[in-house]
C-alpha cells in the first residue's frame, strides 16, 4: 500500500512525499525492488540523490558481507548510476565502475562502460591497462586476438618504445598469422629499421594474405624484392619482381626494381629484359626510348648479345628516330654482321631525319658504297652519289664512282661527263693521265669522235709524253682521220721507245704506211719495212709486210736482193747451230730465190 500510495503522489507531483512513503516501504521490507525500483526512478527525477545512494550502499554492505561478488558487481554498478546520472559527479561514477570491474571483472557491460569512460578522459594508460587485465583471463580465440590487438594500438597512441610495440604485435601474430591489422602494423614497425629478413618475411606473408587480389599481392611482391635486393639476395628478389609484374600484366614498379637489382648483380641479361619490359609500358616516346636505348647498350656492351642488341636498338630507333647514339650502334652491329640490306635501309631512315649536310652527305656516300661494293645494286649507288654531287659539286670520289659505274654498264655518254666533271677536280698527274686515257678510249671506240679522241689522248701525253698505249690510240687516230705529221710523230716516239722487236715492227709498219699512204713517199715507207725485218730478222709478220709492199709495187728484183739478204743472215744462224726459226724464214724466203736451198741446208732441216 504505502508504494501504491507513493506512486500516486509522485503522479500528482508530490515527489517528497511520495520518496518519504518509499523509504518507509523499504524499512518494512528491506531490499524489496518493488520499493527500490520507484524510489530510484523518483528520486533520479527530481535530483535528491541521498536516499537512493543511502539504498544502494546498504546493497553494496550486505552483498559484501555475504562474499556475493555479483551482488557487489551490481551494488557499484548502482552507485556508479546515482554519481553520472543523479549528482552529475563522473569522477566518482568512474571509480564506482572501476570498483564494479574489480568485484566482477567478467561484467561486460562494467567493462564496456569503463572503456567508455577512459576514452573520453584520455586515460589511454589505464584503458591499456584494462586490457591487459582482460588478456589474463581471455582463453585463445578470436576474441583474444582482438583485445591484443586494441592493446597494441593503444600502446602505439602512448608512444611506448618500438621493442615493446614489436613484441605486442609478434605475440598476436603467434595467434594468428593472417591477422591483417596486425601484419600491417609490423611490416610498418619493422621497416622503420631498415632492409632486414624478418622485413622480407613480413612481406612475403602479406603478399599470401592477398592471394586472391592480384594487384595488391604484386605490390607487396615488389616491396620484398626490393628489400632481399638490399639484403644481396638477387635471384630471390629477381623471382618476386617477375611474379609481380606477370601478376599485373606489367607492373612499373616491380619491373624498375627488377632493372635495378639485374644491375646490382651484373646480370645483364635480366636488366635488359626488365628495362624493354618498362619501355613497353610507357605512353611517353622518350621515355621508351631511353629504355630501349639502355636496354641495347648492356646487350650490347655487357651481354656481348648482338642480335638481341639489335631488336632493342631498333625499338629505340622507333620510338625517336633522331636518337643518335641508338643509330651509331646499331649501324655497328649491323655492319660487324655484314648485314648489308639492313644497314642501308637504316641509313636511308636516317637519312630522313638528319639535319646536317654534312652528315647526310657521308649516309649517302656509305650507301651508295653498300650498294655497289655489296648489294651489287649500280642503280642504287648512282642515285645516292648523284645526292652528293647535287650537294657537293666538287666531291671528286663521287664524280669518280659515278663514272666507273657508269663505265661498268657501259652507259659511255654518262661516263665521259663525269670523267670530264671529274678530270676538272683532280690534282693527282696520275690519276688524271688514266682519266684523260678513258676519255680517250670512250670517243674513240663508243661515241666515235676523232677530234675529242685525238685531244683526251694528247692531253695524257701532257702528263706522259712516252705513253705508249697513247702513243698507240694516236697513231692509228692519225691515220684514220689523215693527221698523217701527227700519227708520224707518234710512231716515231714509239719507235725510238721500244725494246721489243715483234712490237717495234708493229710501230715501223705504221710508219711505212704513213709515208705510203699519207705522204706518197715510197722511199721512206720501204725503209720502213725494212727496218722492220733488220729489227726482227725471223719475224714472219716483218717479212710479210716487206714482201707485200715490193709486190704492191711490182718490185720483184728489190724482193729477190732483199730476200737474198735475208736468207744469208738465216744461213748463218744456221752454220752456227740449229735454230727452228731460221729454217721458218728460210722456207718462207725460198719460193721467191732463184736457187733452191743448198743441199746441206736441206740435210739439217727437220722438215
Known sequence: ?????????????????????????????????????????????????????????????????????????????????????????????????????????????????????????????????????????????????????????????????????????????????????????????????????????????????????????????????????????????????????????????????????????????????????????????????????????????????????????????????????????????????GEHEALAALLEERLGVEPDDAERVALHRAIAELARNFLEDRERAKYHFRAIVDRAPADLRAIAALSDIAWEQGAWGDAADALIARARLERDPAMLRSIHFRLGMIYADRLPDAPAAIRAFQRVLAHDPDDEAALERLADLGIATGEWRMALGACERLVKNETVPARKVAHLHRVGRIFAEGFVDRGKAERAYRAAVDAAPDSDVALTALIKFYEAAGDAASIRVHLGMVAGAMRQRIARGVEPSAFRVLARVAPYGRRSMPTCLARRSPR
Open 1 to 337: 500500500r504505502l508504494v501504491r500510495d507513493a506512486e500516486h503522489l509522485a503522479e500528482q507531483g508530490d515527489s517528497g512525499g511520495a520518496l518519504a512513503l518509499l523509504a518507509r516501504a523499504l524499512e518494512v521490507r528491506p531490499h524489496d525492488p518493488l520499493a527500490a525500483e520507484p524510489l530510484k526512478r523518483v528520486a533520479a527525477a527530481v535530483g535528491e540523490a541521498g536516499s537512493v545512494t543511502a539504498q544502494a550502499l546498504a546493497e553494496l554492505r550486505l552483498a559484501e558481507a555475504a562474499g556475493d561478488a555479483r551482488g557487489t558487481a551490481d551494488a557499484y554498478e548502482a552507485l556508479a548510476r546515482i554519481d553520472g546520472g543523479v549528482r552529475g559527479d563522473g569522477a566518482s561514477a568512474l571509480i564506482s565502475i572501476e570498483a564494479a570491474v574489480a568485484a566482477d571483472p567478467e561484467r561486460l557491460v562494467a567493462i564496456r562502460e569503463l572503456e567508455r569512460a577512459y576514452a573520453a578522459a584520455g586515460r589511454i594508460g589505464d584503458l591499456v591497462a584494462l586490457r591487459e587485465r582482460q588478456l589474463a583471463t581471455e582463453t585463445p580465440g578470436p576474441d583474444r586476438v582482438a583485445l591484443a590487438l586494441d592493446r597494441a594500438l593503444l600502446l602505439e597512441r602512448l608512444d611506448r618504445p618500438e621493442d615493446e610495440l614489436r613484441a605486442a604485435y609478434q605475440d598476436i601474430l603467434a595467434q594468428a598469422p593472417r591477422a591483417r591489422r596486425a601484419l600491417f602494423q609490423l611490416e610498418s614497425l619493422v621497416r622503420r629499421g631498415g632492409s632486414s629478413p624478418e622485413l622480407a618475411a613480413l612481406e612475403d606473408a602479406i603478399a599470401a594474405y592477398f592471394e586472391s587480389d592480384p594487384r595488391t599481392r604484386s605490390a607487396f611482391l615488389t616491396r620484398g624484392g626490393e628489400t632481399l635486393s638490399d639484403l644481396g639476395r638477387l635471384d630471390d628478389a629477381l623471382v618476386h619482381f617477375r611474379e609481380a609484374n606477370e601478376l599485373r600484366g606489367g607492373y612499373p614498379a616491380a619491373l624498375e626494381g627488377w632493372r635495378d637489382a639485374a644491375l646490382r648483380g651484373q646480370l645483364w641479361i635480366d636488366f635488359a629484359e626488365a628495362a624493354s619490359k618498362e619501355a613497353g609500358l610507357s605512353d611517353d616516346a622518350a621515355t621508351r626510348a631511353r629504355l630501349w636505348h639502355l636496354a641495347g647498350v648492356a646487350l650490347m656492351d655487357r651481354a656481348l648479345a648482338g642480335e638481341r642488341a639489335i631488336d632493342a636498338l631498333r625499338a629505340a630507333l622507333t620510338a625517336d628516330p633522331h636518337h643518335t647514339d641508338a643509330f651509331v650502334r646499331l649501324r655497328l652491329l649491323l655492319d660487324e654482321q
